[in-house]
């Protein structure tokens, strides 16, 4: 159980576009979902938390402008990067978490790659 | 202010023991979580700990003292597909992930 799947899985765009990355809970209703970036070799930096039905909060730096977050849902939870440019490009994970637990079950990531 | 610290890289041989520490000093505390991530894949849970105390399962021990802001990852029995980078992490009270910059472990035959 505790399934998080994310799509695409990879996805390379041009510069100025707009890209939109789904994450969903399989088999959980998830409260809470959560929003990373990843730069190579550094850790995860959170961007966002979101709550099925209210906006997201966005960590301090992070641009709720360019990176909309959508949590529609209890199981859907969705990042759009506006305007995307080259430094942009990286690894975007999400996590989710369900009422009553404590643990974040991490879905597989997105790598995106802006040219 | 938030602070986890965890060594940037460790080196082991295979089949042999190896601890991987992290101090941590956080404004609330709910738990500590230590993942696994491989290189371009996403983290992976390992263990939680909440109470003070050592929790094993399998080849793998977390250790947590509260009162030192200090836990540590036991690894045995070391094998290459351990070669990974190891994330320690504190749940404070509004159940966000305070991330440390991560552990590479790399794994010599």
């Known amino acids: 159980g505790a399934v998080v799947s994310q799509h695409p899985s990879w996805v390379i765009c041009k510069s100025g576009t707009s890209v939109k990355i789904e994450c969903r809970s399989l088999d959980f209703q998830a409260t809470t979902m959560f929003w990373y970036r990843q730069f190579p070799k550094q850790s995860l930096m959170l961007m966002a938390t979101?709550?099925?039905?209210?906006?997201?909060?966005?960590e301090q730096g992070v641009e709720k402008d360019k990176f909309l977050i959508n949590h529609a849902s209890l199981t859907l939870s969705t990042l759009t990067v506006t305007s995307a440019h080259p430094e942009d490009s990286s690894f975007y994970i999400c996590?989710?978490?369900?009422?009553?637990?404590?643990?974040?079950?991490f879905g597989p990531g997105t790598r995106l790659t802006v040219t | 202010g938030q602070n986890i610290d965890q060594p940037t890289e460790m080196t082991a041989t295979e089949g042999a023991i190896v601890q991987i520490n992290c101090t941590y000093q956080t404004s609330g505390f709910n738990g500590l979580f230590w993942y696994q991530q491989h290189a371009g894949e996403a983290p992976t849970f390992l263990s939680y700990?909440?109470l003070d105390g050592l929790e094993e399962k399998g080849r793998f021990s977390s250790f947590l003292s509260r009162s030192k802001g200090y836990s540590y990852l036991l690894l045995k029995e070391l094998q290459m597909k351990d070669s990974a980078s190891y994330l320690c992490a504190v749940s404070e009270s509004n159940y966000q992930l305070i991330w440390g910059a991560g552990t590479k472990l790399i794994i010599k035959p």
């Open positions: 979101s709550n099925e039905g209210s906006k997201a909060t966005y």
């Open positions: 700990n909440v």
């Open positions: 996590s989710a978490r369900g009422t009553s637990d404590y643990e974040q079950y």
